[in-house]
T-cell receptor
Framework: DTGVSQDPRHKITKRGQNVTFRCDPI?????LYWYRQTLGQGPEFLTY????????KSRLLSDRFSAERPKGSFSTLEIQRTEQGDSAMYLC????????????FGPGTRLTVT | QKEVEQNSGPLSVPEGAIASLNCTYS??????FFWYRQYSGKSPELIMS????GDKEDGRFTAQLNKASQYVSLLIRDSQPSDSATYLC??????????FGTGTLLAVQP
């Protein structure tokens, strides 16, 4: 059983550029979550999908952020017009809808905006 | 009031001792509670989940939940240097997202 995978693991970009991250969940998991974590803080919820439906978005998620899960398998998170404040670890997690919401995290994508 | 409160530490314990990590939460309708371990520069790793009042044991780990007091704890017996990490407490709210604390840094001294 492979775990959650994320790509790329590291991304350095210049302010104003667009970036896209990919997450592949555990194969039988139909829920997929995106979180963001900055130094010294716990992960902060961004959005989640059940199959291909995006069921919740954080109010903190600006309109520069968009996420998709077109076929209910992998997901992408895009950040447009990046800002230095977007620098963080972007974490993806997955879980079973019928389970107790035990979420398993991928290795994360570390974004640095210069 | 923060939704999840944890002492940031560091909590320093000698090798072989019991480490006790504590967490309080504000959401009275929470039904699921989790402990994650996070090594520096790595992603969180689920180590314990608990859903009902009382104790749940898994190897050297014991999670304790008291919903009336809105308190959850994690005990690590026979602490090892490899247990040195940040321990994140989280609960599942009314929706399926997890709400995390800021974590407690545990340092196990050889």
């Amino acid at each position: 059983d492979t775990g959650v995978s994320q790509d790329p693991r590291h991304k350095i970009t210049k302010r104003g550029q667009n970036v896209t991250f990919r997450c592949d969940p555990i194969s039988e998991h139909n829920r997929l979550y995106w979180y963001r974590q900055t130094l010294g803080q716990g992960p902060e919820f961004l959005t989640y999908f059940q199959n291909e439906a995006q069921l919740e978005k954080s109010r903190l998620l600006s309109d520069r952020f968009s996420a998709e899960r077109p076929k209910g398998s992998f997901s992408t998170l895009e950040i447009q017009r990046t800002e230095q404040g977007d620098s963080a670890m972007y974490l993806c997690a997955s879980s079973l809808a019928r389970g107790r919401n035990e979420q398993y995290f991928g290795p994360g994508t570390r974004l640095t905006v210069t | 009031q923060k939704e999840v409160e944890q002492n940031s530490g560091p909590l320093s314990v000698p090798e072989g001792a019991i480490a006790s990590l504590n967490c309080t939460y504000s959401d009275r309708v929470s039904q699921s509670f989790f402990w994650y371990r996070q090594y520096s520069g790595k992603s969180p790793e689920l180590i314990m989940s608990i859903y009902s009042n009382g104790d749940k044991e898994d190897g050297r780990f014991t999670a304790q939940l008291n919903k009336a007091s809105q308190y959850v704890s994690l005990l690590i017996r026979d602490s090892q240097p490899s247990d040195s990490a940040t321990y994140l407490c989280a609960y599942g709210g009314a929706t399926n997202k997890l709400i995390f604390g800021t974590g407690t840094l545990l340092a196990v001294q050889p």
